[in-house]
């Protein structure tokens, strides 16, 4: 009891411990969790629809779709290229599924299974891909899939299980790929059965086409006027401004983008970029090293030997090839050379580099052979008497299919091209033997050529487009700067920055000091690097971390990483509307102000007039010989002006043939006035089914362009790749 007394006596000190414990406790799980929300905040390569996309999740679906891609494509395609394509791809199919799933529409395995059985062009790509093809039908045969999944799980040589693995892991991403597509297509038909024409405007699309009007044309351009003329008002502005708020940013007609509604966060720039170039010294250095090349070569030492000893970008194949793999500069000089002769240094400006050429042959031979082939491997008896066997076989008149197959093999019947191996950056002597061989036998020839693992029996069946190929030494050495240049460049560069702590004191000396002052605006986190510079991504961070007016460190870039480059922040423009604080942006509505201030000018110079030759008088330029063929279905193009004019084809569709505009056309590029000469209409049946179809697949392709805008917009993405990779 007096033990507990005393226990009661601690009762406010023992309440201060017991509480300083739990705060040590809930600190401590609130360090962890922060901890751990700092960690997760800190792997999030970006945010849609609320949701963060972790980075290790998302670069393992860029790494599959980038490589799958790859494999599947029918040209090369560039990295950046393809991993932007990645980006938009998932982007695409998580709007789709957010969209899809308020509406329940979702696609089951049941339904690919069912689109496999039935068939389906869906399937087309992953037919041709793994060969799942019926040779009778020519479409998607699910037998052949089907034994695919069995054969994989049945391999045992470990090379081929890695092979079937992999093969497993492509057909796995392209099955998913079509079901986000299916979903899509899905979602899209939803939409679709939600755009409906009518016979009224069937059949106005049905005129539109086949009533076709010749018109006699007079217009005063825009830039007939100055713009100093016009006077502008900052009331004018915000009322255009208010007009166009909500336009998207697009492309217009002439390739600039012009828009108020910004779907992401964009910032403007000023930078200096400066390119590290071979000094002069540099240049005779290399021209040196490749004299002796060429003396080299002239006394006859081997072609290979004095390529690689050289250090030439470009390796000896020892093969004919044709003129097209070398760069017009070298294939021209090919031309005028004889056989034995060798020219050089040359400088070559279209890949910045210094060449010895040597032609060592020119002969006409085959673009394509055709042959047939069995393979022996060393270790399965003698088998040089077994090739000697097979060579007189067949040349005594043995049927070569039926000898493969003694041998395991099919020995069908398979096309070399001239293509196939004429870019190759290294060619082995096994190769090169091969090459040779077929491209120098007589067809039905037969010969063994010899490899350093076995023996080839061959036989040339057909050849084809005999054309000139040329067995050319190149000793190719890129134009580059050296150390010592590197460092000159870079310590002058340094030095001028240190010097100028401002923009505005880099752009007063930068023509003194050599340099030149440049912009970028409208930069984004989703390009990944600054507009037109490679390797910029470290300058791209740096730019969505910088405070206005902050000048940045210099940055190595370019696609070399052979450029320097120094930044300025000038302004930031967060998403949604761009404000007319931006110069650029208000520069472009006072442009479509004065447009709109000329088009009225010009019109009520012509107001009145009711000829060409009236319009004539007033100033107006007549095309000659008219303007023909105009339908209201397609905007016409006025070569005078090189410009569209949609307006104009209105205009010309609402009067009647033989009588003059009712009043000017406000075009893109100037104000019209037009006299319909004559009108027909063309011979077609008016198929009311058809119109309604066109007519709404038509109206879906515009809504569907500006609804997922729409979507993507009120996504809220955000795009933080630039900071992980």
Not at 353 to 369: A, E, F, G, H, R
Not at 540 to 545: A, N, P, Q, Y
């Amino acid at each position: 009891m007096a033990a507990i007394g005393k226990i009661r006596s601690w009762g406010p000190l023992l309440v201060i411990i017991i509480g300083l414990g739990l705060f040590g406790f809930i600190a401590g799980d609130m360090f962890r969790s922060c901890e751990t929300t700092g960690r997760m905040s800190s792997n999030r390569v970006g945010q849609i629809l609320g949701e963060n996309i972790n980075a290790q999740d998302y670069q393992e679906y860029q790494n599959e779709f980038v490589e799958f891609t790859k494999m599947s494509a029918q040209q090369q395609m560039d990295e950046e290229q393809l991993r932007q394509m990645a980006w938009q791809s998932f982007v695409t199919n998580k709007i789709v599924e957010n969209e899809t799933s308020k509406i329940g529409l979702s696609v089951t395995n049941e339904e690919i299974k069912s689109l496999m059985e039935k068939g389906s062009p869906m399937l087309n790509e992953i037919a041709n891909l793994f060969g799942f093809v019926n040779e009778q039908t020519g479409k998607f045969d699910k037998n052949k899939y089907d034994t695919f999944n069995s054969q994989k799980n049945a391999v045992k040589d470990p090379q081929q299980a890695e092979a079937y693995e992999k093969g497993a892991k492509l057909l796995e991403f392209k099955l998913e790929e079509l079901k986000d597509r299916l979903l899509a297509q899905k979602y899209q038909v939803l939409i679709q059965n939600a755009v409906l024409s009518n016979p009224i405007e069937a059949k106005f699309a049905f005129d539109a086409e086949k009533q076709e009007s010749d018109i006699q044309l007079a217009y005063i351009e825009y830039k007939s006027v100055k713009d100093d003329e016009i006077k502008v008002t900052e009331d004018d502005i915000k009322a255009k401004y208010n007009e166009l708020k909500e336009r998207y940013e697009t492309r217009s007609y002439n390739g600039s983008l012009f828009g108020i509604k910004i779907p992401e966060e964009q910032r403007n720039v000023k930078y200096i970029l400066v390119k590290k170039e071979a000094s002069q010294a540099d240049r005779d250095e290399l021209y040196k090293a490749l004299a002796k090349c060429a003396d080299r070569l002239k006394e006859g030492e081997d072609p290979e030997k004095v390529t690689r000893e050289g250090r030439s970008d470009l390796s000896y194949l020892g093969v004919p090839v044709t003129k097209k793999v070398f760069n017009t500069e070298i294939a021209n000089k090919i031309d005028s050379m004889a056989v034995g002769e060798v020219v050089g240094p040359l400088e070559s400006k279209i890949d910045n580099s210094l060449n010895v050429v040597k032609l060592i042959s020119k002969t006409s031979l085959p673009d394509s052979v055709e042959f047939r082939v069995i393979g022996l491997s060393e270790g399965k008896g003698n088998i040089d008497a077994t090739a000697d066997s097979i060579f007189k076989a067949i040349g005594s008149g043995g049927d070569f299919e039926a000898i493969a197959k003694n041998y395991g093999q099919t020995g069908q019947k398979e096309w070399f091209t001239t293509a196939s191996y004429e870019r190759a950056s290294n060619i082995g002597k096994d190769e090169n033997a091969v090459i040779n061989t077929l491209n120098n036998m007589a067809v039905n020839e037969v010969k063994i050529i010899p490899q350093a693992q076995g023996r080839l029996v061959v036989q040339v069946t057909d050849k084809r487009a005999m054309t000139t190929k040329y067995d050319v030494a190149i000793v190719k050495r890129e134009i580059r700067y050296s150390t010592a240049t590197s460092d000159e460049i870079t310590n002058k560069f340094n030095q001028f920055i240190a010097g100028h702590k401002t923009l505005e004191a880099m752009e007063k000396d930068a023509a003194k000091a050599g340099y030149q002052v440049l912009e970028s605006n409208r930069i984004t986190t989703s390009a990944g690097m600054i507009p037109n510079i490679p390797n910029s991504r470290d300058a791209l961070k740096w730019v969505f971390e910088a405070d206005v007016n902050d000048i940045s460190e210099v940055f190595n870039c370019g696609a070399n990483r052979d450029e320097l480059l120094v930044l300025a922040l000038t302004s930031i423009a967060p998403k949604g509307y761009l404000s007319l604080d931006n110069p650029d942006l208000k520069e472009k509505i006072k442009q479509e102000v004065i447009k709109d201030k000329k088009a009225e000018l010009l019109a009520a110079k012509l107001k009145d007039v009711k000829s060409i030759d009236a319009a004539k008088a007033k100033g107006a330029q007549v095309v000659e010989d008219g303007v023909k063929q105009i339908t209201f279905a397609a905007p016409v193009f006025i070569p005078a002006t090189q410009s569209s004019e949609p307006a104009l084809s209105g205009a010309v569709a609402a009067t009647e043939k033989g009588k003059f505009s009712a009043k000017p056309v406000k075009g893109n590029s100037a104000v019209y006035v037009f006299l319909v000469e004559d009108r027909r209409t063309l011979e077609g049946k008016y198929d009311e089914k058809e119109y309604k179809q066109r007519m709404e697949q038509d109206n879906l392709g515009v809504l569907m362009n500006y609804f997922f805008t729409d979507l993507l917009y009120n996504a809220e993405l955000k795009d933080n790749r630039y900071l992980f990779f």
